[in-house]
């Protein structure tokens, strides 16, 4: 709880709203890299978007069963 509490608050918030359970250290390794490139909170918060929407899309996809080669 302790990682979470020292997190920025827009991060925080971002945090509550999440589909996916994601871990303080997680979310602070991508919004560190995104601050550290230059871009803004929001812009940052938009990384972290793009990454949750990737992750869910992977989990969703549909499993292709393997050819038989008869």
Do not use: F, H
């Amino acid at each position: 709880m302790a990682a979470y509490d020292r997190l920025p608050s827009p991060l925080r918030a971002w945090l509550r709203q999440a589909q996916l359970p994601w871990s303080p250290q997680s979310c602070q390794r991508i919004w560190t890299a995104a601050r550290r490139a230059g871009l803004a909170e929001a812009e940052a918060l938009r990384r972290l978007d793009a990454a949750e929407a990737k992750t869910l899309a992977r989990s969703r996809a549909p499993l292709v069963p393997p050819t038989a080669n008869c």
